[in-house]
């Protein structure tokens, strides 16, 4: 994957050792505490995958969310690193499943992702619940704060949160997203959150935090709910 192969991450938080994926270890500076959680929306059972700075959810203080969407092949090792990522530089991460629980891989069903496509209000009902859910999980999750980014499927994701106008999105960060027109005027809102798309000769930046252009999704999103001077580079 573009996002991963060709990235540089987490300068003074995460080195990387090698650049085959399958070896790449994350050092942070601070304890991350994962755990699995599932939960259940309109009837169905779904599982994500929750990282979080150790310690984090005794200490009572409010901290920004990061969502990670999934691609076509539903949420896995990919989004788990980059929550962890994320949780490093203290983030609430959770990579978030929208398939059901034990879609992944060739277990996805032919045509699901279409299918939620032909109802977009739903989607949109099932992309705010995942807010709703982690805030219900953990109480030290700032609902006013929180960001979302993902690759593929889950860029395209991260572009109807920003369509949508989500109640306390800060920012969107697609990479690779699929393009398409909103099929309903009532999921689209004046854009209140800031939103990067990189895609090759199609990249956008509508606010840049950076302060140099470019950057990518790690230091947009800790420039909107962290603060700046905290970087993620890819």
């Known amino acids: ?10 300068a003074n938080v995460v080195q990387l050792e090698s650049s085959d994926i399958s070896r790449i270890r994350p050092r942070f500076l601070i304890s991350i505490a994962t755990r699995r959680l599932e939960y259940a929306f309109d009837g169905e059972v779904y599982e994500g ?9 005794a200490d009572g203080t409010k901290r920004p969310a990061a969502l990670v969407v999934h691609g076509r092949n ?15 530089l203290g983030f609430v991460a959770f990579a978030v499943d929208l398939f059901g629980k034990g879609r992944r891989g060739a277990a996805v069903p032919p045509g699901l992702i279409a299918q939620g496509y032909a ?12 807010m709703e859910v982690l805030a219900a999980e953990l109480s030290i999750v700032d ?5 979302v980014a993902g690759y593929c499927y889950g860029g395209q994701i991260a572009l109807e949160y920003a369509r949508g106008a989500f109640q ?3 920012a969107a960060v697609s990479f690779h997203g699929t393009f398409m027109s909103a099929n309903s005027t009532a999921w689209v809102e004046p854009k209140r959150a800031a939103v990067q798309v990189h895609h090759a000769d199609d990249d956008f930046q509508d606010w840049d935090f950076s302060g140099g252009g470019g950057g990518g ?3 947009l999103l800790c420039a909107a709910t962290v603060g700046p001077g905290r970087v993620i580079a890819f």
């Open 1 to 10: 994957m573009i996002m991963m192969l060709g990235m540089s991450v987490f």
């Open 74 to 88: 539903g949420e896995g090792e990919t989004e788990q690193f980059r929550a962890r990522q994320l949780a490093g």
């Open 119 to 130: 109802d977009m209000e739903a989607l949109h009902r099932k992309m705010e619940a995942q």
């Open 217 to 219: 999704w790690g230091r």
């Open 168 to 170: 306390g999105l800060r």
């Open 143 to 147: 609902t006013d704060n929180f960001v």
């Open 49 to 57: 995958y929750v990282a979080l700075p150790e310690g984090a959810a």
